[in-house]
């Protein structure tokens, strides 16, 4: 079992930044794929960006140029370093552990999620 914590969560205007932090209780070296996800009251969770454990990304087409996932194995801690932030990125923000990958929606490990707020 692994647990995840988020932080980094908040409110900011449009156009600012955050940046999300997700530390986890053991270490993830042998954790293949770690993402963070967004979820929207009435809407499914969905996957904005994912990293291997050999550091390749992938990123919803949505944050393309403006979010930028990274992970720390030393520190077990993965980011989330969002940017140029608008109003519809509001959401909640899911770590998430997949210990061979993830999908759009599935993991195997999630945390309990921090509110991200852009204010127009």
């Known amino acids: 079992q692994v647990q995840l914590v988020e932080s980094g969560g908040g409110l900011v205007q449009t156009g600012g930044s955050l940046r999300l932090s997700c530390a986890a209780s053991?270490?993830?070296?042998?954790?293949?794929?770690m993402g963070w996800y967004c979820q929207t009251p009435g809407k499914e969770r969905e996957l904005v960006a994912s990293?291997?454990?050999?550091?390749?990304?992938n990123y919803a087409d949505s944050v393309k140029g403006r979010f930028t996932i990274s992970r720390d194995n030393a520190k077990s801690t993965v980011y989330l370093q969002m940017n140029s932030l608008k109003p519809e990125d509001t959401a909640v923000y899911y770590c998430a552990a997949g210990l061979r990958y993830l999908t759009s929606r599935k993991a195997d490990y999630w945390g309990q999620g921090t509110q991200v707020t852009v204010s127009s």
């Open positions: 053991k270490s993830i070296f042998s954790i293949n794929a």
């Open positions: 990293i291997t454990r050999g550091g390749s990304t």
